[in-house]
C-alpha cells in the first residue's frame, strides 16, 4: 500500500521543484494553492518514479488525483499510473484524475479504454487575460472598467500599499467584513474559502507569494494576493473588497496587475475558474479573457 503523506509548509521547496519541471498551466498547480485548501481537499502526496503524486479525498465527494508532477516520460507515467489504480482500487474508490490541462491529454489517451472516459470540467476552467489588458483597460470593451475606475478616484482618497508581514491582521479584518456580508458560517462553501484565505495569511513569509492592498480614506478595504504560475504567468489566488465601495474591485485589479505582474514580465494573468456560478462567469468574461485553459477529468478502468 502507498504510503501518503499530508502536505505541510515545509514541503514548498520538494513542490516547487517539481512544479518548475511541469511548467504548470492550471490555476491549482502551485504550492501555495495546494498548501492553502489542503485540508478542504485533503490533500495527501507522495513521490512515485520521481514524480509528485497528489491526491484529493474532499468529504462528500469523489476522490480524485492531480496530474503527476514532473519531467514527462510515457513509461514512467504509465507505471506511475498503475500504481495509483492499484492504491485507489484497494480503497474501493474508481482512479480519476482531475484538473488535467487539455496539453497533456495525450499522455492519457493510450491508458483509457475510450473518449467516454475523457470529459471536459467547463467549470473549472481558468481566465486568462494579456497583463496588458488588464492594466490599461484601453479600447470601447472596456469603457465600464474605466468608467469604474475614474468614479473611484473622484469619490475616495486611495493608497496602493504592497503587502508585507505587517499587513497579515488588515486582511484578516477586510476578510471578516467579506464573510459578514455574506453570512460565511451559513455557507459551507463560503466557510471553507474563508478558512483557506486564513492560511495563505497566516503563513505569508513562508509561502513568498507577492500581494497588495488598497487603503480607502485613510482605511485598508481591499487586497489581494498571488504569484508566478509558469515563466509568463502570474495567478491571482485571492482577491478581497469592501463591496459598498463602487469601483474598488476593478480598481485593485488594475493596479496590482501594473504594479506587480507588468513590472514582474508576466505576459498573462490566470484568474482562476468560476465554478460554474453564473454571476461570478458574467465577472470574468467582462474582462475579455484571450482564451481559457480548459481543465478535462480522466477516468482510468
Given amino acids: 500500500m502507498l504510503d501518503f503523506a499530508e502536505i505541510n509548509i515545509g514541503d514548498k521547496a520538494l513542490f516547487d521543484r517539481y512544479l518548475?519541471?511541469?511548467?504548470?498551466?492550471?490555476?491549482?498547480?502551485?504550492?501555495?494553492?495546494?498548501?492553502?485548501?489542503?485540508?478542504?481537499?485533503?490533500?495527501?502526496?507522495?513521490?512515485?518514479?520521481?514524480?509528485?503524486?497528489?491526491?484529493?479525498?474532499?468529504?462528500?465527494?469523489?476522490?480524485?488525483?492531480?496530474?503527476?508532477?514532473?519531467?514527462?516520460?510515457?513509461?514512467?507515467?504509465?507505471?506511475?499510473?498503475?500504481?495509483?489504480?492499484?492504491?485507489?482500487?484497494?480503497?474501493?474508490?474508481?482512479?480519476?484524475?482531475?484538473?488535467?490541462?487539455?496539453?497533456?491529454?495525450?499522455?492519457?489517451?493510450?491508458?483509457?479504454?475510450?473518449?467516454?472516459?475523457?470529459?471536459?470540467?467547463?467549470?473549472?476552467?481558468?481566465?486568462?487575460?494579456?497583463?496588458?489588458?488588464?492594466?490599461?483597460?484601453?479600447?470601447?470593451?472596456?469603457?465600464?472598467?474605466?468608467?469604474?475606475?475614474?468614479?473611484?478616484?473622484?469619490?475616495?482618497e486611495f493608497e496602493y500599499v504592497p503587502m508585507n508581514d505587517n499587513h497579515i491582521e488588515d486582511c484578516r479584518s477586510i476578510m471578516e467584513g467579506w464573510c459578514s456580508e455574506r453570512s460565511c458560517e451559513d455557507h459551507k462553501a463560503l466557510y471553507c474559502e474563508k478558512l483557506a484565505n486564513y492560511e495563505a495569511l497566516d503563513n505569508f513569509l513562508q509561502l513568498s507569494y507577492k500581494g497588495a492592498l488598497i487603503k480607502v480614506n485613510g482605511r485598508f478595504e481591499a487586497f489581494t494576493i498571488g504569484e508566478m504560475l509558469n515563466s509568463d504567468t502570474a495567478v491571482i489566488h485571492i482577491e478581497k473588497a469592501n463591496s459598498k465601495i463602487k469601483g474598488l474591485y476593478t480598481f485593485i485589479n488594475q493596479q496590482f496587475c501594473s504594479n506587480e505582474w507588468e513590472q514582474a514580465g508576466a505576459l498573462y494573468i490566470n484568474r482562476e475558474q468560476d465554478l460554474g456560478i453564473e454571476g461570478l462567469r458574467k465577472a470574468k468574461m467582462s474582462y475579455h479573457p484571450v482564451k481559457l485553459v480548459d481543465k478535462y477529468s480522466v477516468v482510468i478502468k
Avoid at 462528500?60 to 485507489?88: A, C, I, Q, W
Fill in 20 to 156: 518548475k519541471c511541469h511548467n504548470p498551466q492550471v490555476s491549482e498547480l502551485t504550492f501555495t494553492n495546494l498548501f492553502m485548501w489542503r485540508n478542504y481537499y485533503r490533500c495527501r502526496y507522495i513521490i512515485i518514479n520521481d514524480f509528485l503524486c497528489v491526491i484529493a479525498v474532499p468529504e462528500g465527494k469523489e476522490p480524485f488525483s492531480f496530474m503527476p508532477l514532473g519531467v514527462m516520460d510515457n513509461e514512467r507515467l504509465e507505471d506511475t499510473v498503475h500504481k495509483l489504480k492499484e492504491y485507489f482500487t484497494k480503497k474501493g474508490w474508481q482512479l480519476r484524475f482531475s484538473r488535467i490541462a487539455e496539453g497533456v491529454l495525450g499522455y492519457f489517451r493510450t491508458l483509457t479504454n475510450s473518449e467516454d472516459d475523457i470529459a471536459l470540467d467547463r467549470d473549472n476552467s481558468d481566465y486568462i487575460y494579456l497583463t496588458g489588458d488588464m492594466t490599461n483597460l484601453s479600447g470601447k470593451k472596456y469603457d465600464g472598467k474605466r468608467n469604474h475606475i475614474n468614479n473611484f478616484k473622484k469619490l475616495y
